[in-house]
């Protein structure tokens, strides 16, 4: 063995995983993983671990994997996550843990991304549950939103005592985890649903369809209902559109509501009838993750699918993984271009897109290049479908009802990095609701920082 190289992780053929929603990435094996396990330095001054947002004990549960103490790895990690099987899965470990490696200085990182998945699987297949808080200290607190950060916040809270409710807008509990992100790269009923479950055995309950805001209100749960602290991981729901002519026609979506529709009403699924997509040609504008997301989706809806981003390919926001994974099953990547008009038939429908040509010009406040475009470049393009991945932000709901919840100008929550308190007592936020659209284990970091910073508020009350 060649401990300079990982070992390869198996995956569906592209051409296969374009045509199904089964998970593109088969993970490792035993064999596999204890192989991987083995190249760990074991440093003791373990970087990946500073560039874990959840401060997962990474070396410690690697040598667990390596000694085939499975579910003593398991036991590390839940220390720290709540939703291991997610994060193996979903985190962009490159920019983190990995990309943080030691090993990775001179030959391939270690793959701790894939490791943790194994871990989380194999505890799922063998019914191992996370350690629950030997005794209940008697206080509540309410969590708003069942995403990760809300999931994170409510199992670091009930491994401490605490009697935690999760109020969820929607039916099905995850947030982002059921409706956001597609079924290929997280399985729902395998992986979602039993992560739920899991911090569900924690003691923590879970009330769907509660709409904060409406139902009741942060005020009412702090005054009437009997809680004592109130964490605020609402997520970011509220997408961004252009504002260029033709946006409001038939066949045009944010890429949030294109890939709820085909999460919670079951698009992928045979016997399920979605209306998606109207036609045969869609054009998914943006560069992130989401816009990955939507676009192989689409494609795998049976259309061919083009992304469309005003910048070139080094600086696409979205993860190298899924990038090349688009690529290999067959989107086409349509770069430096803007859209500047919707086309729309007689109908009312999408019957094309304009778009006008980029050039890199000098770089943004953030280090950039900021896209120009090319006088006289624009041209048209036939589609049925445009979906709209451009970000998004907070629904103003909550803040809106809520005395004494200061928002900035984006309608983001202001809470402090280092406890996630906001303006009004009692009450914290992490995560989409505060920093804006991001990733989710930053917003499970934000869940964890608000628990700690919950329990030391309730501690010294």
Known sequence: MDVMKRIPVREQEPQVRATNFEEVCYGYNKEEAVEEASRCLNCKNAQCVKGCPVSID????????????????????????????????????????????????????????????????????????????????????????????GLTCAGDLAKLGYEVTIFEALH??????????????????????AEIENVKSLGVKIETNVVIGKSTTIDELLEEEGFEAVFI????????????????????????????????????????????TRGKRVVVVGGGNVAMDAARTALRLG???????????????????????????????????????????????????????????????????????????????????????LGTSPNPLISSTTIGLDVNRRKCIIASEETGATSKEGVYAGGDAVTGAATVILAMGAGKTAAKGIHEFLSNK
Request: include cysteine; charged fraction near 30%; hydrophobic fraction near 35%.
């Open 58 to 149: 990474i070396p410690a549960f690697i040598q667990q994997v390596k000694n085939e103490n499975f579910e003593e790895a398991y036991q590390i990690i839940s220390e720290s996550s709540a939703l291991p099987a997610v994060c193996g899965r979903v985190c962009p470990q490159e920019s983190q843990c990995e990309g943080k490696c030691i090993r990775g200085i001179k030959g391939d990182a270690i793959s701790i991304g894939k490791l943790e998945r194994f871990v989380a699987d194999t505890a799922r297949e063998n019914n191992v549950k996370p350690k629950k808080a030997e005794k209940m200290n008697g206080k509540k607190v309410a969590v708003i939103g069942s995403g990760p950060a």
């Open 303 to 389: 259309a061919e699918t083009h992304i469309v981003y005003r910048r070139g390919e080094e600086e696409l926001p979205a993860r190298k993984e899924e990038v090349h994974h688009a690529k290999e099953e067959g989107i086409i990547f349509d770069l430096l271009q803007n859209p500047t008009e919707i086309l729309v038939d007689e109908d009312g429908w999408v019957k094309g897109i304009r778009l006008i040509k980029m050039e890199l010009g000098e770089p943004d406040e953030s280090g950039r290049r900021s896209p120009v475009e090319i006088p006289g470049s624009e041209y048209e393009i036939p589609c049925d479908t445009v979906i709209m991945s």
């Open 233 to 276: 991981g609402s997520g970011a729901g509220l997408p961004r559109f252009m504002g260029i002519p033709g946006e409001q026609a038939n066949g045009v979506f944010s890429a949030n509501e294109f890939l709820t529709r085909n999460n919670l009403m079951k698009a992928f699924k045979e016997g399920y009838e979605t209306p998606i």
């Open 172 to 193: 099905a509990a995850g947030g982002v985890l059921s409706y956001g992100i597609p079924e290929f790269r997280l399985p729902k009923d395998k992986v979602v649903a």
